[in-house]
């Protein structure tokens, strides 16, 4: 009643600190900016969206995410094996053969940055949003659930001191 009064104008709101109201408009801004991060992150990291679907799915049931051949790891195994088609001698077998190894570390290396990311980069972020932005979250519905019992009294008593100089009047 007290929320849908003060949404109206019909009652008074006890104003909470400037400093304090700044403080919930950076952590609205941190939570947000987390979340676009993460997210684009998450993108950037893996593009395929039925992969990553699956990703969170394996981490919500907290079960272990199967490798996956990254692009340039197949595209080394298929210059592999052209070269062993083509014959390893042969000047175009021998080229597939250093580009697929190149071809094969950086995959490699590709693998190890987004491994090295998830844990170092999404991993942080993700607390941050599952565990403190949650609590921040609670403490600011307890805070705001009080403040509004806090007005609600505030109006009983002034209701009720107001009948009581009308009733002093009165006698």
Known sequence: LQFTEEKLG???????????????????????????????????LQPNPSARVEEFLYEKLDRKVPSRVTNGELL???????????????????????VGETQRRLGAAERDFIHSASINFLTPL?????????????????????????DACKARLKKAKAAEAKAAVTF
């Open 10 to 44: 019909q009652a008074e709101k006890t104003e909470l600190d400037a400093h304090f109201e700044n403080l919930l408009a950076r952590a609205d801004f941190t939570k947000n900016w987390t979340e676009k991060i993460l997210r684009q992150t998450e993108v950037l």
């Open 76 to 98: 080394a195994q298929y210059m592999t094996e052209a070269a062993n088609d083509f014959g390893p001698g042969t000047p175009y077998g021998k080229t597939l053969i250093k």
């Open 126 to 150: 993700r607390n941050f949003l599952e565990g403190d932005w949650r609590t921040i979250s609670k403490e600011r519905r307890i805070l705001q659930n009080r403040r509004l019992d806090l």
